[in-house]
């Protein structure tokens, strides 16, 4: 009993938008929004345990945020939103806590699966998958089964994914061609490894956001985030909300962007 009310008042006090965030919202350049956002999902653990809470709370609270940051990245049209998940490195925790970790992924999937096919989004899973328990799997396949052809937004979800293994993945890949002789070696370019990524015919990101006062990417889209504009908070993942989004669109908007060139004047 205890649980659901504790999952009312949280969903409750999230879902008001407060006026600060209305007013960034009004501020927004349209024109000028990043079209692929990621987000490393950091501080659940943190935020529970400033509560006396297990880490389990901490995780099953950030679902909340990730569906208040789906709802407003529908809501400006942006085209694709990545989320780390799960870490390759993330299977050394506590076995309990990846138990739970993996159960709330299920959960997550049957309760919001239904409203994410209705609002257009389209769940796209990375990593090495194959690796993720049954049940996991199996609520994956299934949705992106259900949201395959959906065009509003695409979601990313990257689980049992590190961007070393990735690009280890894209170059076995590569590699197989060469060996089969349908590919020389004087062919490879960033093109070519790009299109053997998880995130094969995606844009790269371009703007990073990175809660918990942490300053590092984790692993995380190693390749793609070469150019990407970063942002960080000392806000936990937990606490993040929309006005923390705008925030950080509203600075991306700020920003010159060079590809390593000049701007011109």
Known sequence: MIKEIF??????KRSNQTPEAQELLKVIDKQKLPRHIAIIMDGNGRWAQRRGMPRASGHRAGIESLRDVIKL????????LTVYAFSTENWKRPQDEVNILMGLLVEYINKEINELHQNG???NPIGRLEELPRLALDALIK???LTRDNKKLVLNVALN???????????????ANVEAGSLKAGQIDDRMVSEHLYTANQPDPDLLIRPSADFRISNFLLWQLAYTEFWFTSTLWPDF??????QALIDFQKRERRFGGLIVR
């Open 143 to 145: 949705a992106v089964e």
């Open 73 to 80: 990245c529908c809501e400006l049209n942006i085209d694709f």
């Open 241 to 246: 909300r929309r006005i923390h989004l705008l």
């Open 161 to 175: 994914y590190g961007g070393r293994t990735e690009i280890i993945d894209a170059i076995r890949a590569i590699a």
């Open 121 to 123: 989004v389209r769940i």
């Open 7 to 12: 999952d009312f008042l949280w969903r409750k």
